[in-house]
């Protein structure tokens, strides 16, 4: 009976507050959410505060009200953080809502989503990657292929064909037939260097399987494809010198992007604890590939530096 009350309690409240959005009362009705937070997360009723702030934020955005809604959902994001609030697939959706409802260009969206990968990260290594699916679908929409394929690198291995067919389309429309290989290449070499070899395996199989512009079997016609075959199977071998001679024999290939040698070496310390790092891979875009993609948006900054810094700690101990 008491609980039946309680969320009866929150329930009107929210209709109480929804009315007065919908009414107009923008600065009265914001007060109020805000107030109520406080008194809600003082007395420690953290469920009706997070149900409080994802309804408010949700509904000044619905309202183009985006200053309003950025506010609330930095406290939203700042309460799931705080309070080590438990994931669960309704709340995943909720925040996944109202990464939506954000306009493209808008602050909030780089303010709120790094918020959510730093909480999620407490309970997955590299966020939730339905959240990250999500993410990689929006900007996919919105033809920001560099922070689209970013979200990518983190998903489970289901959503590496998600991956590949982004990879296939971009390489389709913005790259040369002979730059077909880059493309693939910077994406394998990324999921290595965050030892995700069935992720790298699976995305260079579906990539060149499915892509209208290659010949779809081992030898390939493209080096740099070629490269890669070879230098999984080294991994699978466990055997760095085989890695090390397939570096120095594609050389000319791989020299076309600068980035590639770091990820190599970055590759050698996380398989073959052989220190030729500087230190972890942040997952960024060499020249030519930041040309292929375009400039990102800075949403998975903060995320992006968190993860390196813990992979950096982690190396240190060892």
């Known amino acids: ?24 009362n923008y600065y009265e009705a914001f007060q109020m959410y805000k107030s109520i937070y406080h008194r809600l997360a003082g007395e420690r009723k953290l469920d009706d505060s997070v149900k409080l702030l994802v309804s ?11 200053e309003n809604g950025t506010e609330l959902s930095i406290l939203l994001g700042d309460h799931l953080l705080n309070h080590h609030t438990s994931p669960s697939s309704e709340l995943n959706d909720k925040l996944i809502e109202i990464i939506r409802k954000f306009d493209k260009s808008s602050d909030g969206r780089q303010r709120f989503i790094p918020k959510v990968f730093k909480w999620s990260k407490m309970y997955t290594e590299h966020g939730d990657p339905r959240i990250h699916k999500a993410c990689a679908e929006m900007y996919l929409l919105e033809t920001d292929y560099a922070t689209c394929c970013t979200h990518c690198q983190y998903l489970d291995l289901d959503g590496v064909e998600f991956y590949s067919q982004t990879l296939i389309e971009v390489s389709r429309y913005r790259a040369l037939k002979s ?110 590939m930041q040309s292929l993609f375009g400039p990102s948006t800075s949403d998975m900054e903060t995320f992006e530096n968190a993860n390196a810094r813990t992979v950096s700690e982690n190396t240190d101990l060892d």
């Open 1 to 24: 009976m008491s609980h039946r009350r309680q969320t009866g309690g929150i329930e009107r409240t929210l209709e109480k507050l929804k009315r007065n959005v919908q009414n107009g």
């Open 56 to 66: 408010g934020t949700l509904l000044f955005l619905a309202h183009g009200q985006e």
């Open 179 to 288: 730059e077909l290989g880059l493309i693939i290449t910077w994406a394998v070499l990324q999921f290595l260097t965050m030892k995700r070899t069935e992720h790298a395996r699976r995305v260079f199989k579906l990539y060149t399987s499915r892509h209208p512009m290659l010949s779809t079997a081992f030898p390939f016609e493209e080096p740099l494809l070629n490269f890669i075959h070879f230098f999984i199977s080294a991994i699978d071998q466990h055997n760095p010198d085989l890695v090390k001679m397939l570096r120095e024999k594609y050389k000319k290939s791989l020299d076309r992007d600068p980035s590639f040698s770091e990820s190599i070496d970055k590759i050698l310390w996380v398989y073959f604890k052989e220190r030729e790092a500087v230190g972890p891979s942040m997952g960024g875009l060499g020249g030519l």
